[in-house]
């Protein structure tokens, strides 16, 4: 079974750019998160999406963050534009069912996001 | 709220033991164990849901004490593989994981 994937594995861009980074979770997971590590420092979490439904996106930074997952399969996670606190990695998540709770999250190698 | 760990580091020779934190001032609905090596993503490790459960698998286990505040990774006889950074989390409401600062573990020959 293929595990979480994302694209792209680096991205390096300059201040006011806009990128665009994939998720696509393990097949049939309906939970779908997105966190962002920068560095040094802990996990944060940014969003959830429950199928193609945001259930909490508390954790976006700004309006610059718009998160979509189109048909509750792959998000695209877009920053337009960037800034230089942008940086940081971006790790997608995701869990089997719509319990959302006590499940195990498995975690995809992450986007590194540099802006220069 | 945001859980803390313990030590923020830690270097020990190949078949040390080593025993990592995770606290909180208020009880946890769970624990997530994670590691993370360099570049690579987060490996799940163990999830405690219980207060006194204590679980694990090869040399690596956790315990989550009965007030459900602390929870504990213990690693013993250290390989070289377990080398990378440790991560607790905790769930909130709905589903979400909130982490701790994380624990460096390097091991050396």
């Known amino acids: 079974e293929a595990g979480v994937t994302q694209f792209p594995s680096h991205s390096v861009i300059e201040k006011g750019q806009t990128v665009t980074l994939r998720c696509d979770p393990i097949?049939?997971?309906?939970?779908l998160y997105w966190y962002r590590r920068v560095m040094g420092k802990e996990i944060k979490f940014l969003l959830h999406f429950v199928k193609e439904s945001k259930q909490d996106e508390s954790g976006m930074p700004n309006n610059r963050f718009l998160a979509e997952r189109t048909g509750g399969t792959y998000s695209t996670l877009k920053v337009q534009p960037a800034e230089l606190e942008d940086s940081g990695v971006y790790f997608c998540a995701s869990s089997q069912g719509s319990r959302s709770r006590q499940e195990t999250q498995y975690f995809g190698p992450g986007t590194r996001l540099l802006v220069l | 709220q945001q859980p803390v760990q313990s030590p923020q580091a830690v270097i020990l020779r190949e078949g040390e033991d080593a025993v990592i934190n995770c606290s909180s001032s208020?009880?946890?609905?769970?624990v997530h164990w994670y590691r993370q090596k360099h570049g690579e993503a987060p490996v799940f490790l163990m999830i405690l849901l219980k207060g006194g459960e204590q679980k694990g698998h090869d040399k690596i286990s956790a315990s989550f004490n009965e007030k459900k505040q602390q929870s504990s990774l213990y690693l013993t006889a250290s390989q070289l593989s377990y080398s990378g950074t440790y991560f607790c989390g905790t769930e909130m409401s709905t589903g979400k994981l909130i982490f701790g600062q994380g624990t460096t573990l390097q091991v050396k020959p």
């Open positions: 097949s049939g997971h309906d939970n």
């Open positions: 208020k009880a946890l609905y769970s």
